[in-house]
């Protein structure tokens, strides 16, 4: 019997290790919360008098005791674990099976090494809860197993229903699979889904869901050569590149309506320096740069510059902790005529792009612009913070380059960029990640 300790920052991740390493048919001895972690002792080849003699699940009696003492609790433990044993094996195996009784049989119900090491893991639960606690130390100690053994069912039991999805509906596995490679995200991808037709054959697998995807990300359809810029605020976190693009929609309203009808307005007064950059690219375009301090200023400058085609407004990038953000919301909304745009970096991970999305969602932002395009490794973060809140898309940038890197968004482009970034990478998902994602109960979109 070999037995291995093994160590992570959770559960999911050790058990992982101990599924890479040892297989399917290993048996958890042991789970322990340490400070930098999850720790695991598992074993192959399982032995359960070996693992007795060891010392592992069941206490040795104490020395001062007598020996007819030490049997008779032995016995009792014995007997609690082995119930414990052959309650948690039912359930996990009726858990596999998707509630269908016992009698009946089942080819995809989990192997019995498998029963095992959960019902050993639950033994040791059982055996530390049977013991009356004498100190909060004992009952914290009891949660904590606990709260191991409960993650440990949990991944045990994704897995079982990712396993079960890749057996029975293949293509739409392949299609998350996919998904996945994308970067889109795991309620997104569902939703998306969703709507796949039911008779789906191999070769629409491949293409159809890159369709559906295009489909639910909404665009504008605004363009500077075409239509009227109007009085339009950039907004968003610092570092998504605002100014820049505020230099590039400025320099395509020159181009189409003169440096006369175009202006600039500066609202940031934290950053050093953010008032001379939008000025500099004034000076370049031979337009007119305004500040405003608050509500009161803007209106005021607004009011002089009616008439205007574009007015531009750059405001300070603030994060969504941040104090200066109400601040800020209370200035822009002193205006009605003023469209506001978020402005999202494509290169940000995918967890930031949503909570910006969500900061600034009270100030209600009527589209958003998807910058860095050219500094991504994936794209699928970003679409999926669009179509999850259903903004709509009006510009997208991929470079420094004034005017020339911007363009019009569109949505089929975007998903056929998303397609050959996928390309450069040769890593997969594996399955530990997909199990994760999927094979848990699928989450409502915002």
Known sequence: MKIKRFVAPDM?????????????????LSTRRLDDGIEIIAALDYDEALVREAGFGVDAPKRDESPLRALRDDAERAARIDQARAATAAAVERAAKGGAPA?????????????????ASVADVVRAA????????AVNGVRAEINNLREM???????LAWNQMDREQPLRARVLREMT???????????LCAELPPGMTPEQARYLPLGILS????????????????????????????????????????????????????????RIGAGAQLEHYGRLLGVRVFNAQDANSLRNVLLQLRGRNTVLVDTAGLAGNDPKLQQQFETLRATSDLRVCLVLAANAQAQAIDNAVRAYAPLAPQSAILTKLDEAPLIGGALSALIRHGLPLDYTTDGQRVPEDIASADARKLVCLAAQLVKQRSDEPDDAILADRFGGVAPALA
């Open 153 to 159: 069912l949990e991944v045990q039991l994704s897995t």
């Open 130 to 137: 049977t013991v009356t606690p004498n100190n909060d130390a």
């Open 103 to 119: 009698s009946q049989p089942n080819t995809n119900a989990p192997q019995r090494q498998s029963s095992a090491a959960l019902a």
């Open 215 to 270: 489909r639910n990300i909404r665009t504008s359809g605004r363009n500077f050569d075409t239509v009227g810029g109007g009085v339009i605020a950039l907004v968003g976190t610092t570092g998504v590149g605002k100014t820049t693009t505020i230099a590039k929609l400025a320099a395509r309203a020159v181009l189409r309506h003169g440096a006369s009808n175009v202006a600039l307005i500066s609202t940031d007064q934290y």
């Open 12 to 28: 999911r991740q050790a058990m992982r290790q101990v599924r890479d390493e040892q297989g399917p048919d290993a048996v958890i």
């Open 181 to 191: 490679r994308l970067g889109i995200d795991a309620d997104v991808a569902r939703a």
